[in-house]
């Protein structure tokens, strides 16, 4: 456990700063009151440590590997180490939440798994867990979302969970957590596994804490490789949880710049926009009070980007705290400059990466174009879900 999980521990309304809390209904408020004592309770001990480490490290594949890009260091003129969560099991970072979840899952005897997902990663990877345990899945997703993500619609399918497609507004990540919450309100005895560092406390501090593993591998492995800190530290970032994972062991360590790319969508100008940290107002939005797109009567608007996993008008409590405090810079990347990106890794290192982890490589190449930092991105998943998006 590090000093900032210890650190978060206190503060057990989950507020960060201003930003945060649990706005739910009351049907919900004892039963999350209940898991937030529940997960502070179980997953500090040595017992859950164990079983979560056992499972990251044989199922998962962890440690990922921390590789350093030697062409695309070349390329940019600054060395570039990238932290491999696409060589995860099921493909991306969201792997880590869903099994420690899955765990508290397990010990809280839950009969059904709920979960909401944009890009299909956090989807699969809910179905994944809940098929190693044999319980029973349902997820949902926006229908704009099952088409653009139609591999991991199948994936899911496989797993045995069944897809939730869901018509209204959109049809993108909002509107799926919107009829999770809603389906979960009706039925308080299913456990519902969110897959970002979103919504009530207590799932910002738990998705937090089980991604924090990201930062904990590669500051070690990037201290056994140059022997000492990097300058920079790089992520996408959606609803947050990779980016948080990668940040909260590097937050303390006040030289490491750390900067974030959230989805400009076709520009911070136009209405077709997912950078809620450059554009969103505050308000309280799916059982937290953070930023969100709004219209100008301040009413949550729907977002856009070409990655369903950055598409979200909302985002994590914790990051709108960084922000205001000024320790992360979140910059906007629009489609053109991540497609760039995705083509650009693809050719210089033979790696396809995600079109959301696409954002950092675009946003690194930005910052760091003949600077001679030592970065380290953080590559949160791979792209063969994307490749028919060029
Ligand atoms: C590969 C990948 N990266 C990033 C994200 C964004 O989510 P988050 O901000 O929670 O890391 C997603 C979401 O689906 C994803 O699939």
Redesign the pocket.
Known sequence: MTTNTKQQQENKQGYFGEFGGAFVPPVLETKLKDLADFFYKTAFTEDFEKEFIHLLKNYVGRPSPLYYAKRLSEHIGSKIYLKR??LNHT????INNTIGQILLAKRLGAKQILAE??????GVATATAAALFGIKCKVFMGKEDTERQKLNVNRMELLGAEVVSIDAGQGT?KDAVDAALGYYIEHPDAYYLL????GPHPYPTM?AHF?SIIGKEARKQFLEAEGKLPDSIV???????????LFKEFIPDEKVKIYAAEGAGEGLDTKRTAATLNLGKRMIFQGADSLCLADEEGNPVGSYSV????D?PGI?PEHAYLKEIKRVEYHAITDKEALDAFKLLSEKEGII?????SHAVALAEKLFKNKNETVIINL???GD?DVERL
């Open positions: 969560e696409d493909g991306a970072h969201k997902t944009g890009a299909g990663q956090h990540l897959g970002s560092a979103v998705v991604q992520a996408c970032i959606g609803g947050g949880s990779n980016a948080i994972g990655a369903a996993g950055l979200y994590g990466p995600a079109i959301e982890s949160s998943g791979r879900k």
